[in-house]
């Protein structure tokens, strides 16, 4: 999923700039074939419950490396890193709802919109007003998200929830914008995950929708998407943005999208028709438009 922290680095390069970027390829990837296994696996598992595993799994792994934090951990600390996870826990619930009701190259393409949204809210919460190439990638990202997704005139309910996953995506990024300057990243992100964890149970025993995973792959898919793609992940992103340029960063992140669509078509079948692969490109594009700073180099 396209994440969180925007954190500004010097673009130096060295090998350990090159370990992280590698690393944060290597999890892009990984969240690309999350979509598919994710979608696979709710055929047997409500969004609560599933979301509940992957989180408690990523709690339990995470713990370890945060317990001497917690224990000179502050109030503000919890009021921080709740407020971010409730919000967060918002995005993964109506992703990992909408995963089920479409397919997974979709919910791949448009949970990307996360970044196209992210400079409009900081409009409103931190007042800051979007650059033109933001409100161009804005108008190039609802020409594609219009041509990946509007068949025979009508919309699907499952890339309406994920739309509104990229709507809260977004928010938690200027959620942690707000809160993280003040508060250890490691913590904080510990913090987010029990969280999400903690409403997902909540959610799904509430709901009467707890079950066991009946087959391996679903728990292959719980285990893998908890370690590596929750409590790995966000250390090795938080670990890429503090050694490279935020550009670089943005560009490794605009490939999430892309490997979604690839796992999709590999391995769940997706077939997209040439309407909605230009409505994906033009997604990728407004991506890029919005995140990158393209400069003219005068020779």
Same mark, same amino acid.
């Given at each position: ?43 047997? &598992?409500?969004?609560?419950? *599933?979301? +509940?595993?992957?989180? #408690? /799994?990523? $709690?339990? !792994? ?100 994920? &739309?509104?996953?990229?709507? *809260?995506? +977004?928010?938690?990024? #200027? /959620?942690? $914008?707000? !809160? ?100 994906? &490109? ?18």
């Amino acid at each position: 999923m396209v994440s969180a922290a925007r954190v500004a680095g010097l673009g130096l390069s060295s090998k350990n700039e090159n370990v992280w970027v590698l690393a944060l390829i290597a999890v892009t990837v990984l969240w690309g074939w999350s979509y598919t296994a994710i979608h696979q696996a709710l055929v047997e &598992l409500s969004a609560s419950t *599933f979301n +509940a595993y992957r989180f #408690i /799994v990523g $709690a339990i !792994v995470m713990l370890p490396f945060v317990i001497k934090k917690l224990i000179h951990s502050t109030r503000l600390d919890w009021y921080a890193g709740s407020y971010a996870g409730l919000v967060l826990f918002l995005a993964f619930t109506f992703q990992t709802s909408g995963i089920a009701y479409t397919t997974a190259s979709n919910a791949a393409f448009i949970t990307g919109l996360a970044v196209i949204f992210t400079p409009f809210l900081a409009k409103i919460f931190l007042k800051e007003s979007p650059k033109r190439q933001q409100i161009i990638g804005a108008v190039l990202a609802a020409i594609g998200l219009a041509m990946l997704t509007i068949k025979n005139f009508s919309v699907h309910a499952g890339d309406t929830l994920i &739309l509104a996953c990229a709507v *809260f995506t +977004a928010l938690h990024i #200027i /959620v942690l $914008a707000k !809160v993280s300057k003040n508060h250890d990243v490691a913590l904080l992100a510990f913090i987010q995950v029990l969280v999400v964890a903690l409403l997902s149970l909540l959610w799904a025993l509430v709901s009467g929708q707890v079950t066991l995973p009946r087959t391996p792959q679903s728990y292959s898919t719980i285990v893998i998407t908890g370690i590596v793609g929750t409590a790995i992940a966000y250390f090795v992103q938080t670990k890429a943005q503090v050694q490279t340029a935020p550009n670089k960063i943005a560009l490794i992140i605009v490939l999430e999208p892309v490997f979604g669509g690839l796992f999709g078509y590999l391995l769940a079948g997706d077939r997209l028709t040439t309407v909605n692969m230009f409505g994906a &490109l033009f997604i990728i594009i407004a991506m890029v438009t919005t995140e990158l700073k393209l400069r003219l180099i005068k020779t």
